[in-house]
């Protein structure tokens, strides 16, 4: 159910994956739209990507992927990304360049165990 309300929502299905888009979990809930099915990590990873990469250079400032779904059309996108191959190489590129130095503000709880402990289950 949470999938159906993100910028970007995933459902594993029977045959791979369900991507969805442009749902909005705010205040005007909005439900997602389907996207796209595909069968390996590796395509979530790269159809997602360059979703967010082509809203992130389209989109107006503070715009929500809702709206920008809305103003550019759904068909628009899913050409951009599904129909133009090399351009959703290029675009999850780009996107992968951005995010090249950001720093996971988890991993520090991830490697150190004396961390880690805080979110481990209690079993009684």
């Not at 996971?104 to 490697?111: G, L, N």
């Amino acid at each position: 159910a949470e999938a159906g309300i993100k910028d970007v929502g995933v459902i594993g299905v029977d045959s791979g994956y369900e991507i969805y888009v442009a749902g909005n979990g705010g205040i005007k809930t909005e439900v997602a739209q389907f996207f796209c099915k595909v069968q390996t990590d590796e395509e979530v990873k790269e159809i997602s990507g360059a979703f967010l990469q082509l809203y992130r250079e389209e989109g107006y400032y503070l715009e929500r992927t809702v709206h920008y779904i809305e103003r550019v059309g759904l068909d628009y996108v899913k050409k951009q990304i599904l129909d133009d191959e090399a351009k959703r190489k290029a675009l999850y590129e780009r996107l992968l360049f951005a995010l090249q130095d950001y720093a996971d503000p988890w991993q520090e709880h991830a490697e150190k165990p004396e961390l880690r402990r805080a979110f481990e289950d209690f079993v009684a």
